[in-house]
């Protein structure tokens, strides 16, 4: 079985430009969750959607947005990027928790994003 | 929201001796708590976890404890060896909530 697919793999942008991130889950899987990794950071969470609707939200300025589809398949996007904004982004895929035992997050490789 | 604190955020032991970490969280309704290993330039996978009604779980020379009445849960790796080197990150989740991580641990294990 397919794992989470992240792409593209690498991304270079300028200060301002905006960028978009795409996630695959796991076939079966219809939960998203992003996340920013950052040296020293850790996982910061971004936001975490299900059923194509945003349930929960981190502590992120409103330049990052995230969107889900109905195949599960997920979006997040960076507007008026910052240096700040490099990072790792990695997303991850789990079956719902609210009708399953089994709440393993599964991580994609990541995209990892420089602002220059 | 969650809060987890994770402790050490380095921790190097020889080789063969155990390591110890430990994380806090905030939540009384988190009811689940995995163990991520995050090898360098790999992405995070899920060594261990462990559910509110269990208090300790072991997988070989990996165990994870849990005091839920104390909110901490903690994970121990005996008989270290120079694979275990990476980031550790401890997480909790509740039903109502998304997963909170740990802010890691890079373990060293020297040969």
Not at chain 1, 27 to 34: A, L
Not at chain 2, 47 to 53: F, K, L, V
Not at chain 2, 91 to 107: I, K, P, Q, W, Y
Request: aromatic share 10%; hydrophobic share 30%.
């Amino acid at each position: 079985k397919a794992g989470v697919t992240q792409t593209p793999r690498y991304l270079i942008k300028t200060r301002g430009q905006q960028v978009t991130l795409s996630c695959s889950p796991i076939s079966g899987h219809r939960s998203v969750s992003w996340y920013q990794q950052t040296p020293g950071q850790g996982l910061q969470f971004l936001f975490e959607y299900f059923s194509e609707t945003q349930r929960n939200k981190g502590n992120f300025p409103g330049r990052f947005s995230g969107r889900q589809f109905s195949n599960s398949r997920s979006e997040m996007n960076v507007s008026t990027l910052e240096l700040g904004d490099s990072a790792l982004y990695l997303c991850a895929s789990s079956l719902w928790r609210e009708t399953n035992m089994n709440t393993e997050a599964f991580f994609g490789q990541g995209t990892r994003l420089t602002v220059v | 929201g969650e809060n987890v604190e994770q402790h050490p955020s380095t921790l190097s032991v020889q080789e063969g001796d155990s390591a110890v970490i430990k994380c806090t969280y905030s939540d009384s309704a988190s009811n689940y708590f995995p163990w991520y290993k995050q090898e360098l330039g790999k992405r995070p996978q899920l060594i261990i976890d462990i559910r509110s009604n269990v208090g300790e779980k072991k997988d070989q020379r990996i165990a994870v404890t849990l005091n839920k009445t104390a909110k901490h849960f903690s994970l121990h790796i005996t008989e270290t060896q120079p694979e275990d080197s990476a980031v550790y990150f401890c997480a909790a989740r509740s039903f109502n909530n998304d997963m909170r991580f740990g802010a890691g641990t890079r373990l060293t294990v020297k040969p």
